[in-house]
């Protein structure tokens, strides 16, 4: 794609959950409009194809990239003072990393799984605000997108793990949002519907095995639009978010969904 607007220019971006899906999307948006990129995810193989498909199409894009799991506060403070190092400052942070965790009955839902969802998808994120913002602060500027969910905006049987951790997200939002606005820093959250990542593959591989086609239209048939969004249509959002063109949108759950929660 190719955009007129380069609202990132001369700014750094950190983005975890950054070598596929939502995360992989929202870098080729902003490297499209001149960002540097921190690129931060679990996987150094993932990183690296990341960065070759970014640098195909925006081959002058700086990039630094950090494997590093974002339930471990000493690797989280790593990928901030890397990215303090190697560029200087934090304008944007896209707090993205998260899984599924599957679906399973509340019976078969093991307190096992349910920890690892709430590490990753409410920890993480926890984690990413409170050193990233330690630094947004000191430059006394910055914008945060948290990754949330329409599973945080309503109740979704048998995803337990995730609609409970992506309900303390949009909490989150609002708490850190309520501290950081007088210091100059904005932090929103996105809560996407049914995106066509990997991820939502697989869990419509749960719902059905034999035909995960019939679980995707069934989703998308309680969806205004009758589809699942694309990644970029979610990125381009978060992107938004980010700039200075949302400089006055702050403590907001901007739900990108095709209208699928107003039908509930």
């Known amino acids: 794609m190719n955009y007129d607007m380069r609202r990132f220019v001369d700014k750094t971006v950190i ?34 194809r990341a960065k070759e498909k970014i640098l195909v199409n ?3 894009t700086k990039i630094l990239l ?8 000493y690797q989280v403070r790593a990928y901030v003072d890397k990215t303090v190092g ?25 307190k096992d799984l349910f920890d690892k969802v709430v590490d990753i998808n409410l920890d993480g ?7 990233v913002l330690q630094q947004m602060v000191a430059q006394g500027h910055g914008r945060v997108v948290n990754t949330a969910s329409i599973g945080g905006l ?13 309900h303390a997200v949009a909490g989150l939002t609002k708490a850190t949002a309520g501290e950081m606005g007088p210091k100059g820093i904005t932090i929103n959250a996105i809560a996407p519907g049914g995106v066509k990542t990997a991820m939502a593959i697989e869990a419509m591989r749960t719902i ?6 019939e679980a995707e239209a069934a989703f998308a048939a309680r969806v205004p639009l009758k589809r ?28 990108v969904d095709g209208g699928q929660i107003s039908q509930s």
């Open 86 to 110: 190697e560029f200087g400052a934090i304008d944007g942070f896209f707090n993205n990393a998260g899984i599924d965790g599957g679906q399973y009955p509340l019976a078969d839902y093991t």
């Open 125 to 131: 994120v926890f984690l990413g605000l409170k050193y």
């Open 208 to 213: 059905n095995p034999e035909h995960p086609e």
């Open 15 to 48: 983005i975890t959950g950054a070598a596929g899906g939502i995360g992989l999307a929202a870098a080729e948006r902003l490297a499209a409009e001149g960002a540097n990129l921190t690129l931060v995810d679990m996987t150094g193989d993932g990183l690296a």
């Open 58 to 60: 925006h081959p002058e």
């Open 154 to 166: 309503m109740g979704w049987p048998h995803q337990y793990g995730y609609v409970a951790s992506k």
């Open 228 to 255: 699942m969004a694309l990644p970029e249509e979610i990125a381009a959002v978060a992107a938004f978010l980010l700039s200075e063109d949302a400089s006055y949108i702050n403590a907001q759950i901007i739900a």
């Open 66 to 73: 950090v494997e590093a799991d974002v339930t471990k506060e």
